[in-house]
């Protein structure tokens, strides 16, 4: 169990909650696994060109894993990126898991996620018919993976991305980021915006263009 204390006029609110660490822990173990490959991202809609290049990016680099050597994470929901990633895992019998904010529960998709995390809001109000944001679910998704692979990708993978550098700079554990070049977005501008302003970039941030690059980069990470 863990508290989270919030000052309210000379007072503190204590909020009770628990470490979802063991219940990750416990799910990785129950089906062999070690590790977990988040991807992020997003596409601009209609792009059936760059939907058509990344699907074929994760269905070529999952075909080179055995299913269990690790989890894919994503948005869980059913639209571009989280969807495309979901179901290339499913195709290749590796475990799902989806992490995504209350109020994207409609568009989630549960029939294919082994593991669905829906984060609570953080700022509702009472009486709110749709209470919470998207970016609610951006610490937790920044903390669990070993691997976040970016395709593309706007404010939400940016959020993401920033939260994963900020962590690696005092967790024991670090999380490679792999931004995949020439799929627009925060990907393409990531490695000239880490060179800038992240210490330790050459090592944590290891863009790639092709799906035999990617391959290459999580092999050595989940080795």
């Not at 994207?104 to 919470?132: M, N, W, Y």
């Not at 959020?159 to 070049?181: D, W």
């Not at 501008?189 to 944590?204: H, M």
Request: hydrophobic share 45%; charged share 20%.
């Amino acid at each position: 169990m863990m508290t989270t204390t919030a000052a309210i006029s000379g007072t503190h609110l204590i909020v009770s909650g628990c470490s979802i660490s063991d219940m990750i822990d416990t799910f990785l173990e129950a089906h062999g696994l070690r590790r977990i490959v988040a991807i992020s991202g997003g596409l601009a809609s209609g792009d059936t060109e760059g939907e058509l290049r990344i699907s074929e990016i994760l269905h070529e680099t999952f075909t080179a894993f055995a299913k269990n050597q690790f989890a894919v994470q994503s948005g869980g929901t059913k639209w571009g990126v989280p969807r495309l990633a979901t179901e290339a895992a499913r195709d290749h019998g590796m475990k799902t898991i989806g992490v995504y904010p209350w109020r994207g529960r409609k568009h989630a998709l549960p029939k294919l996620l082994d593991f669905a995390i829906e984060v609570g809001p953080f700022t509702a109000r009472s009486g709110e018919k749709t209470p919470g944001q998207w970016g609610d679910e951006a610490v937790l998704f920044a903390t669990l993976p070993d691997v976040m692979v970016v395709f593309g990708g706007g404010p939400g993978a940016m959020a993401e991305v920033a939260l994963t550098m900020k962590r690696n700079g005092g967790a024991n554990r670090k999380t490679v980021i792999v931004p995949v070049l020439e799929t627009g977005g925060i990907a393409d501008l990531l490695p000239r915006i880490a060179s800038a302003i992240y210490v330790g970039s050459e090592e944590l941030i290891r863009p790639v263009r092709t799906a035999t690059q990617l391959i290459s980069v999580i092999s050595a990470i989940i080795a």
